[in-house]
């Protein structure tokens, strides 16, 4: 018989950005349900002072909680914290920077069957003539048809991503993130191996939020550079959940892999003056992370 979810602690980290809006939107929404809830904010030592102040407000909301550390630990570290610090059975992880698309979004995990992990997904929008020459939007927009339920939970543990979703407590207490991810990027792929290796199953719904916030073109490569060194310190542990270690581990021909990184270093900055520009590349965007990655190895 289905266990029909009673309580729920949802759990934002957050990091130099202003989310009060968001949480007094999940605030209402979560007090509609009638359940027992909380939201637990918690800033890794912010740098932007502006930022906390303003969230400061968060803590006078009803339920909600707005905790501030005092050293930037990373998204992985502050995600355990905020487990550790929640008090219900069911915990939602949401990212600050990101929009509610309807009134609906707690009904529906609350209504979503009890797996005990579930991912609900992610929705690309925003002003299509504004953001036509971002970099970051133009990306994940293209990606976004690969990313349904249905070819998500083909590849459930590859899958997964850390932007929005329920777990129970108990497995999360058990089974937290990895804290030597200390930079940005596949924390959340390696936390989906480890999911898998323990046999816990994931569920992939359709309750995405919505990315409307898009980082400028140089602070996005720049980002993606520092995944690919993690990627890369991480990459006996990644084989198999990241497509970009495929690709590379599948250049056998040790004489090809150098050809291809001495052409990065000598197209890069070409290359990244796109990337950066008002006409960012999709495919250039894709050889350049190829190039810069091998030129790591």
């Known amino acids: 018989m289905e266990q029909k979810k009673t309580e729920l602690s949802i759990l934002i980290p957050v990091y130099n950005t202003v989310c009060v809006n968001f949480v007094r939107q999940l605030q209402q929404q979560a007090e509609l349900t009638g359940i027992d809830y909380e939201i637990i904010v918690a ?73 005990p992990v579930i991912n609900g997904g992610l929705s690309i929008g925003g002003d299509t003539r504004l953001l036509r020459s971002n970099l970051r939007y133009r990306y994940e927009k293209a990606e976004e048809p690969n990313h349904t339920p249905q070819q998500r939970q083909q590849r459930p543990y590859q899958s997964f991503r850390s932007t929005n979703f329920l777990i129970r407590r108990d497995i999360m207490l058990d089974h937290p993130f990895d804290e030597r991810f200390r930079r940005s990027g596949y924390e959340d792929v390696f936390f989906g191996k480890q999911l898998r290796q323990h046999q816990i199953a994931i569920t992939h719904i359709d309750n995405p939020l919505l990315m409307t916030d898009y980082e400028a073109n140089a602070d996005y490569v720049s980002k993606m550079e520092r995944s690919l060194h993690t990627l890369h310190q991480f990459r006996q542990e990644l084989r198999g959940y990241s497509r970009l270690l495929t690709l590379a581990d599948g250049i056998h021909i040790e004489a090809v892999r150098c050809f291809l990184a001495f052409l990065h270093r000598i197209l890069a900055p070409m290359e990244r003056r796109n990337l950066c520009g008002k006409h960012p590349n999709l495919t250039l965007f894709k050889l350049y992370r190829l190039g810069y990655y091998l030129n790591i190895i």
């Open 43 to 115: 800033d890794d030592a912010s740098s932007l002072q502006h930022c906390v102040e303003e969230n400061r407000q968060i803590g006078k909301l009803p339920h909600c909680q707005y905790l501030m550390k005092e050293v930037n630990t990373g998204a992985a570290a502050t995600r355990n914290f905020l487990a550790q610090q929640s008090r219900y059975q069911w915990l939602l992880f949401l990212d600050c920077d990101m929009q509610l698309p309807n009134e609906q979004f707690i009904t529906r995990y609350l209504a979503s069957m009890s797996a």
